[in-house]
Nanobody
Framework: QLQLVESGGGLVQPGGSLRLSCAAS????????IGWFRQAPGKEREGVSC????????KYADSVKGRFSISRDNAKNAVYLQMNSLRPEDTAVYYC??????????????????????WGQGTQVTVSS
């Protein structure tokens, strides 16, 4: 069974931090580029960050640059999203997704939801005082 499972979401105060995890089961995550997406109530799903297969290339949405950091540990078959200085506008359901496409060593899909082969169930992040 091929599965991605997110964890680490929750309620946090503005300025706080959360670390999201995305664990793969049934397949080797090292063969996939990974993207983190989020969807807030009433809004379209948007790309937050992505990381290439080897971890050598990353991208971030302008809204999270300097605050979020993506990383991966292929030996543990997991990807992480460290979120610092959280703001109320970061409130959303966060999803990780994996793409088997290979377009070069530096490629990762920041906004291309259509290239994703597998999606996690999502984890809720709420930033509120």
């Amino acid at each position: 069974q091929l599965q991605l499972v997110e964890s680490g979401g929750g309620l946090v105060q503005p300025g706080g931090s959360l670390r999201l995890s995305c664990a793969a089961s049934g397949f080797t995550l090292g063969a996939y580029a990974i993207g983190w997406f989020r969807q807030a109530p009433g809004k379209e799903r948007e790309g937050v960050s992505c990381i290439s297969r080897s971890g050598g290339s990353t991208k971030y949405a302008d809204s999270v640059k300097g605050r979020f950091s993506i990383s991966r540990d292929n030996a543990k078959n997991a990807v992480y999203l460290q979120m610092n200085s959280l703001r109320p506008e970061d409130t959303a359901v966060y999803y990780c997704a994996a793409s088997a496409q290979y377009r070069g060593t530096t490629w990762c899909p920041l906004s291309e939801t259509y290239v994703m082969n597998y999606w996690g169930q999502g984890t809720q992040v709420t930033v509120s005082s």
